[in-house]
Structure formats: structure tokens, C-alpha cells
């Protein structure tokens, strides 16, 4: 059994910044990657960014280029997501993942609200 847990969310003001957390436990495992999506209510998941252990490609949907960064820790399979200069549309529960050759793991997610 792998589990996903994500910390580091919370209430900010257009402009400001967040850092989400999320460590990987359980079972053996060596994911290939790591990465971040969201969901608000009504809608469907959305991809925001990806990190890969092998060779530490990064990979981010255009909303958030250049705002986010995604980094992390091959050994520890803990992942981080930097974000600045939030805005009101960045408000959703963000869900961090894993994949590996049997699958695709989920956390159970962590609410980023920002404020006008």
C-alpha cells in the first residue's frame, strides 16, 4: 500500500505565495515521478506540474508557467510546489501523485484558497 500525504495549504491573498508538501510511504517504491494536480468543484481534474526522478525533468501546464515550481526528493519520494503570485483562479484542492509501474497513487488532497 502507497500513501500520498500533502500539507501546506491554506488561505493567501491575491499575490502571495504557498509551498505544498507531500511524502510518499508504504510499500517499497520507486516512482518514476511525482506531481501536482487540482480540481474545484464542477470541474474535472487539471494537470498543473510533474517531476521526473530520472534525469529531473519538470513539466508545468501554461496556467501556471512561471509562477510554480515543482521540486523534490528522489530518495525521500517527497515532492514540493512552490507558488507565487497566486490568483483567485488558483483556488482549488490541490492532489499530489506518484506513478510507478503498477499504477498511479493518490493523496487525499490539501485546500489552497486565495482571496481577492
Known amino acids: 500500500q502507497v500513501q500520498l500525504v500533502e500539507s501546506g495549504g491554506g488561505l493567501v491573498q491575491t499575490g502571495g505565495s504557498l509551498r505544498l508538501s507531500c511524502a510518499a510511504s508504504?510499500?517499497?517504491?520507486?516512482?518514476?515521478?511525482m506531481g501536482w494536480s487540482r480540481q474545484t468543484p464542477g470541474k474535472g481534474r487539471e494537470f498543473v506540474a510533474t517531476?521526473?526522478?530520472?534525469?529531473?525533468?519538470?513539466n508545468y501546464a501554461d496556467s501556471v508557467k512561471g509562477r510554480f515550481t515543482i521540486s523534490g526528493d528522489a530518495n525521500k519520494n517527497t515532492v514540493y510546489l512552490q507558488m507565487n503570485s497566486l490568483k483567485p483562479e488558483d483556488t482549488a484542492v490541490y492532489y499530489c501523485?506518484?506513478?510507478?509501474?503498477?499504477?498511479?497513487?493518490w493523496g487525499q488532497g490539501t485546500q489552497v484558497t486565495v482571496s481577492s
Open positions: 508504504g510499500r517499497t517504491f520507486s516512482p518514476y515521478g
Open positions: 517531476i521526473s526522478w530520472y534525469g529531473g525533468g519538470t
Open positions: 501523485n506518484a506513478h510507478d509501474s503498477l499504477g498511479t497513487y
